[in-house]
């Protein structure tokens, strides 16, 4: 549980686990995260960080026994920094050798392209399924690790959540996942309608339009939440935000 | 700080109305197997049981209100300036005042307290609202006095059952018992609960506000247009004859 206040501060050191959920007593729920490398605007949607596919479906370097605690995977196509995916996860992909186990990272190793990249899973979690070389996984790092805010055209990466202040550069807050929260108005194509859905804008950066389930591709970006007002376009408006 | 965030409930302190209330309006309580529940203020109609309810429609007369001094970072309290429409006193409790305007970044605060405003007038009567203890404005611009926000009540005070129509506000839920007019109870967000449909629907599929019939959802269809833009509140688990209750996932919260 947190404090009205809390929302509105920021940290240029972590205090809180990525991810960390805040609920405060009128039920709105935030998210701990860690901003990237562009000040965050305030009551603007944001993503998680742009990972590409480098990080998917990648060699399992050395096999690995029940009840071990790391898994070591190649790299391939990128460079690893240290904790990079630290608070981040872990996922066995084939259907054929594994059961889809996903794992939460604790920390990992650096590691050059192509090297070896170790991941040590969290305390108290070991591997269930025993891993061979001819399986893979896919890592991902915390959702809300270095966020950005959600490009113009349509997010790449999952919708996170939405902050309430400015976030510096590198720094620490929270972003807003559920309840009564404000954000841009896109209202370029169709005025928003009270009580109904809402989704990322296609039109402006970080920015909510109508949710017009007939609209071919937008509607595909899904619902974020409900129009409170019908608010101005490019003004802010409040909305019942439901990421989470 | 308050109330806990969520209350922890036993069964059956869902139902019945209190004349007084005996939480924050809002509050969130869970009961034990998931069901979340809100503390909700009726409107000034007696209430029926498991029917969709809705806020009241947002007065046009308290959005874009112009503010009479500037806002400072350490300021606790908004003072606007309104034109058009009475404020009781405190209807904005636990309700949020919000920065309407690109340049003034969008800040959002929730609402303590507000004075009364006895009846809008042209020309626009001065009025103050205070935000939560311990919150301060903090914004890094000051907001130029003459700028506007929005004032916006609790999505669960004075709900309304939804009309025979579209929601035409938030959704706030289903009361699982009658509470009286003006009176305070427990409204039903997430969870198994009952409540009237209309139409045929499909199991395991999502429902939505119904588009005709007061207080009852529909299946939600989208390839339906127009009407599957009232959007998902929740899931069926069974399916019943049409005007009849049914029993649904809830999933407005």
């Known amino acids: 549980m947190g404090i009205q206040a809390a929302p509105y501060h920021t940290h240029s050191n972590q205090r809180f686990p990525l991810g960390q959920v805040m609920e405060l007593p009128d039920g709105r729920i935030y998210r701990y995260a860690e901003n990237g490398a562009v000040a965050l605007a305030a009551a603007k949607l944001c993503q998680t960080m742009a990972l590409g596919a480098n990080f998917d479906t990648l060699a399992i370097q050395a096999a690995r026994a029940v009840g071990t605690t790391t898994i070591p995977f190649t790299t391939s196509g990128s460079t690893v920094a240290e904790n990079q995916f630290a608070d981040g996860t872990v996922v066995v992909e084939d259907v054929a050798l594994n059961l889809g186990e996903i794992y939460p990272v604790k920390s990992n190793t650096s590691a050059a392209d192509p090297a070896t990249c170790t991941l040590t899973l969290h305390d108290g979690v070991t591997v269930l399924n025993a891993l061979t070389t001819t399986g893979k996984v896919t890592v991902r790092v915390n959702p809300w690790k270095q966020v950005i805010v959600v490009p113009t055209v349509a997010p790449s990466q999952m919708v996170v959540g939405v902050p309430q202040v400015i976030v510096g550069i590198s720094a620490y807050g929270w972003l807003q996942t559920h309840g009564v929260c404000n954000v841009v108005v896109d209202a370029t194509v169709t005025a928003w309608v009270i009580g109904q859905g809402v989704r990322p804008s296609e039109d402006d950066a970080g920015g909510a339009a109508f949710l017009d389930f007939d609209e071919a591709a937008q509607a595909d970006k899904g619902l974020i939440g409900f129009a409170i007002i019908a608010g101005t376009d490019l003004d802010f408006a409040p909305i019942f935000l439901r990421i989470e | ?253």
């Open chain 2, 1 to 253: 700080m308050g109330f806990p965030a969520v209350i922890q409930g036993n069964e059956g302190d869902q139902f019945g109305d209190q004349v007084t209330a005996l939480y924050p309006l809002g509050q969130k309580m869970m009961l034990p197997d998931g069901r979340v529940f809100r503390y909700a203020l009726m409107g000034g109609t007696i209430g029926v049981a498991n029917k969709l309810y809705q806020s009241e429609v947002p007065l046009a007369g308290w959005l874009a209100e112009a503010i009479i001094t500037a806002i400072g970072k350490q300021d606790t309290r908004i003072d606007g300036v309104n034109s058009s429409q009475a404020i009781p006193a405190n209807v904005f409790d636990e309700g949020y005042v919000m920065l309407e305007e690109t340049d003034d970044l969008g800040a959002i605060w929730q609402v303590k307290e507000n004075e009364i405003v006895a009846s809008g007038a042209p020309g626009g009567v001065a009025h103050a609202l205070r935000l939560k203890d311990g919150v301060t404005a903090g914004v890094i611009v000051a907001v130029a006095a003459g700028n506007v926000v929005d004032l916006i009540k609790n999505a669960w005070r004075d709900i309304i059952i939804k009309p025979a129509s579209d929601q035409t506000a938030l959704v706030a839920g289903v009361p699982p018992s009658i509470i009286a007019a003006s009176d305070w109870g427990w409204c039903q967000t997430r969870g198994v609960a009952s409540c009237l449909v209309e139409g045929t629907t499909v199991i395991a599929e999502e429902l939505r506000p119904s588009a005709t019939v007061a207080g009852a959802v529909a299946r939600l269809d989208y390839g339906a247009a127009d009407v599957a833009d009232n959007g998902p509140c929740g899931r069926c688990i069974e399916v019943a004859p049409d005007a009849d209750f049914c029993l649904i996932f809830l999933t407005i919260d």
